[in-house]
């Protein structure tokens, strides 16, 4: 592979991973999945605009050649684990929709915005208010508690908004208002099932994004939900990887902090 390719590959895929993140951070998104490319964007465009550099300090010795490959023999072993992960992602997320009768739907949430609900939420939303009017029987929960700087917890405003957009009767919701992740959603939702007379022997449905599913399902496996049924909703494409690639990091905590 030539120099010059290596230096114009390296900054066109900088370039693009560091617009794609300043856009999204103007637009008042940050977590994980956006930071990350970030700063491996700028890292990218530093190596092309510093290249010949690198390479004579790489050149002085034999060590600083193999820690150089080694660190990028590191990086495209992770790329390949996360291309796997989003495939595993794209498979599964075609899998999960099982529109069967259920005792409840528990839809979590995914941040607000301005006191309505994000795009990503309003997926999600979406979704379970098919489900709802399918099976008019069926309650809904709602996740999620205060947010930064909020006056409204999320649990709120996703009730308000299934009846004005979706005309869900109030009575037919009920409330989650004080989790701030899925583990503590899934887990603050018990008593409220308990309450209606919802076992977790009881067949019930989680609604959340494609991403979003393997983890809220394995979660809810380990706290003992026993027919777990899935609806999956689409992540928009403007935040999907970015989203996709936060859940990849976001599943491997979930895993060293024994949630599942």
């Known amino acids: 592979m030539s120099s010059s ?3 114009s590959f390296s900054l ?3 370039s693009c991973l560091v617009l794609d993140s300043l856009w999204l951070l103007a637009m008042d998104k940050i977590h994980l999945g956006i930071i990350l490319p970030l ?6 465009m530093l190596y092309a605009i510093c290249f010949n550099w690198i390479q004579s300090l790489i050149q002085l010795s034999p060590l600083r050649q193999m820690l150089w490959r080694c660190l990028w023999t590191g990086f495209f072993l992770w790329i390949i684990t996360l291309v ?5 992602l794209q498979y599964s997320s075609q899998q999960f929709n099982n529109m069967q009768p259920a005792a409840a739907v528990i839809i979590l949430g995914s941040g607000i915005e301005k006191g309505r609900p994000s795009p990503t939420l309003k997926q999600r ?3 379970g208010a098919a489900y709802a009017k399918q099976y008019p029987e069926t309650l809904l929960v709602m996740t999620g508690g205060l947010g930064f700087q909020e006056q409204i917890s999320e649990a709120a405003v996703m009730s308000e908004y299934l009846q004005q957009q979706h005309h869900i ?3 037919r919701i009920l409330l989650e208002a004080k989790s701030t992740s899925t583990e503590e959603n899934l887990r603050n939702v018990q008593p409220l099932l308990t309450q209606r007379h919802i076992h977790l ?3 019930i449905v989680i609604a959340t994004s494609d991403f979003h599913i393997l983890r809220a399902k394995a979660i809810a496996n380990h706290q003992g939900y026993q027919q777990i049924l899935t609806l999956s909703a689409p992540t928009p494409l403007y935040i999907r990887y970015n ?3 936060r859940e990849y990091f976001a599943f491997i905590s979930g895993w060293l902090l024994q949630e599942y």
Do not use: E, H, T, V
């Open 5 to 7: 390719f290596k230096r």
């Open 12 to 14: 066109i895929i900088g």
């Open 39 to 44: 700063i491996i964007g700028m890292a990218l």
């Open 84 to 88: 796997m992960f989003f495939s595993y």
């Open 125 to 127: 939303l979406d979704i």
């Open 169 to 171: 009767d109030q009575s």
């Open 201 to 203: 022997n009881q067949p």
């Open 243 to 245: 989203s996709w690639l």
